[in-house]
């Protein structure tokens, strides 16, 4: 399925309901596996090969993507156990034809997990000045409202890391950056402090992590669900990945202008670039991506995920 919109796709003992950016979700076929699924209330979620930028879905995908966002994520939940729980209930791949298990077809790029309640907020911090938070500091010396220091530049790193949300937009429409006042109104003081608490503590471990391979973590984003069961908060979705962080090369790292990077932002700046010929505010859709583009951000997908976790991922 590599660079194909696994929607398309027949799933034995899965119904598809939805299609993010980038993945897919399904829900057990009830009527295939003869009653409610064994596991419990879950869905099954597909990672699709599927890249986005500039809140667009772009073509052709990168091959072998989803399966590198699956086990980065698998790797970085097992890290943070000790901090807070995760939806994943299984990865165990089918062995009947509609058994409730992971299809063959998504091996590697799926994940069985449980529903949860999840928050509209796109949970974002950011250790480090770059992207739309240096436009904004550029402007008024904050950052989704959190003042900043003068004299920083793209790539400083922050004193320390700012916790700077954002309200989830529909597929196609653009994400907003909003306050932490904010989010205390949409959600209630309680569950706002939570969620700044979890999503800090979880990226000061990564954040470690990373540096000690080599690896800056600049800034990420985490989503946060309550399980329905238990009132328990989650991290779902996925986590610390090249679609969802900016990872830069420590040795490499000189504030004051672009980083070497293993993530999207190589594809965010081919687009930017007068090479695409393409103007972000136009409205129009994005071109094509170059079979070039493609092959350098699939090296950087998997250099990432070799950086971070030391071993080698086959495609």
């Known amino acids: 399925m590599s660079g194909l919109d696994v929607s398309t ?10 299609s993010g950016k980038v993945r897919d ?33 772009l073509s052709p995908g990168i091959p072998g993507k989803g399966k590198v966002l699956t086990q980065l994520s698998l790797w970085w939940f097992d890290q943070f156990s000790d901090i807070v729980g995760n939806h994943v209930v299984s990865t165990e791949v089918s062995v009947g034809a509609a058994d409730g298990l ?28 770059t992207g739309s938070g240096l436009v904004e500091y550029k402007a008024d010396g904050t950052v989704c409202g959190v003042g900043l220091p003068a004299g920083l530049v793209d790539g400083s790193r922050l004193e320390a890391p700012i916790f700077t949300p954002a309200a989830k937009a529909e597929v196609g ?14 959600l209630g003081w309680a569950a706002a402090e939570n969620l700044m608490d979890l999503t800090l503590g979880v990226y000061g471990r990564a954040e470690e992590i990373a540096r000690e391979r080599g690896v800056i973590l600049a800034d990420t984003k985490f989503e946060f ?6 009132g328990a908060i989650l991290l779902g979705d996925e986590v610390l990945t090249p679609d969802s962080s900016r990872f830069w090369d420590l040795e490499l790292w000189k504030p004051g202008g672009a980083q070497a990077s293993f993530d999207k932002q190589y594809i965010r700046d081919w687009l930017a670039s007068p090479e695409s010929g393409w103007d972000k505010d136009s409205g129009a859709e994005p071109p094509a991506l170059p079979a070039e583009v493609i092959e350098a951000t699939q090296k950087r997908y998997v250099e990432a995920y070799a950086r971070l976790t030391g071993n080698d991922i086959s495609l």
């Not at 796709?9 to 939805?18: E, I, M, R, V």
């Not at 091996?107 to 000045?129: H, N, Q, S």
């Not at 429409?173 to 949409?186: G, L, M, Y």
């Open 102 to 129: 992971i299809p063959a077809e998504v091996d590697g790029r799926a994940m069985i997990c449980k529903r949860l309640d999840m928050f509209p907020i796109e949970c974002v911090v950011r250790g480090y000045l």
């Open 25 to 57: 979700l399904y829900t057990p076929d009830t009527e295939a596996l003869g009653g409610p699924h064994p596991l419990g209330d879950v869905v099954l979620v597909v990672a699709s090969d599927r890249v986005s930028a500039f809140d667009f879905v």
């Open 225 to 230: 669900g309550s399980d329905p069961a238990t």
């Open 9 to 18: 796709a027949d799933l034995p003992g899965w119904k598809h309901t939805y």
């Open 173 to 186: 429409e653009h994400d907003e950056n909003i306050t932490f006042e904010q989010v205390a109104e949409r």
